[in-house]
């Protein structure tokens, strides 16, 4: 079932539930006599979705990131209203590079299954192509986007006189997985670390994520999501003090919230092995790994774990101190 709720003058909640795990939500903000849709929700929930658009005039659709819980209904709601859609490059360049992953999926994960993940290339491939790019510091009536990188590449907010809507950013009951991408100059643990402290700085009243509690304040929050990439970090070193050299062997020695590597659905297995990549590039950054081939990691000459909790504290802006 999907609801409707307002969350200040000219800000509208939709809460889209129903056959999905995660609920999710969109918003509908205020722009002179027309709303900008924001996020678009599952494949599974586009029907609740338009019938509640049905008779709201739209002036465009921002779209957080592209994970199929806020785009699934892109392509619905864009033949229904014939309105420009808008997200940022660096999910485009992301997008391309999972549809080309696509070729050589089955041959890279022969031991887990992968169809979870064409199902969400089958998505995604027939996502409309941006009519105009999202840009840090663009405004968009009285609200302006902020790049927010991390949870994914090109992962946008908008920020309100008093509210900002985080989309995945930041999580209360969860915290917000950090894959990695291949792009140049891309680091996604240090990326979102940095957005994390970027955002809990914000001048707001409140921070509005797309999934669980709202947020009036973020600190405490946010010093328990760097306690636990520090934990996480400090795993993935381990195992690479125990000989461990794969993406794979490390990720079996981490200790995931959701249990063992081995006990992980095929889709949470392929988030693991994503986000060890991502903490094994934090330790590469600081001198404790260096990078090999074939996403392989080795122990540096001279691995020390200060500079791992240094970088940390100096990313943190004072907020964490491991």
Known sequence: MAETWELAEGVEVVELDGDVELPVRCFLLKEDEKRILVDTGYGETVPQL????????????VLTHLHIDHSGGALAVKKAKNIPIIYHRLELETLNQAINLDKSIHRMFADVSVDFLQEALHV????????????????????????????????????????????DLILVKETSNVAYVPLPGYHPLRNYLESLVKVASLDVEMLVPSHGPLIKDPMPRVREI?????????????????????????????????????????????????????????????????????????????????????????????????
Not at 54 to 59: A, F, N, P, V
Not at 254 to 270: A, E, H, V
């Open 50 to 61: 338009l019938n509640i658009l049905e008779k709201r005039r739209l002036s465009s659709i």
């Open 124 to 167: 995604l491939k027939v996502l409309p192509a941006p009519d105009f790019f999202a840009e840090d510091g663009m405004a968009m009536s009285m609200w302006r986007l902020m790049h927010t990188p991390g949870h994914t590449p090109g992962h946008v907010i908008l920020v309100g006189e008093n509210h900002a809507i985080t989309g």
């Open 226 to 322: 760097f306690s636990h990439h520090r934990e996480r970090l400090r795993q993935a070193a381990s195992a690479l003090e125990k000989g461990r050299t794969s993406i794979r062997e490390v990720a079996e020695e981490i200790r995931w919230s959701k249990g063992s590597f081995s006990s992980l659905t095929p889709l949470d297995k392929w988030l693991a092995l994503l986000e060890t990549i991502s903490h094994l590039d934090f330790l590469a950054e600081t001198g404790y790994a260096i990078h090999g081939n074939s996403l392989t990691y080795t122990l540096s000459n001279n691995p020390d774990w200060r500079n791992v909790e240094q970088k940390l504290e100096q990313l943190s802006n004072g907020i964490y101190r491991p």
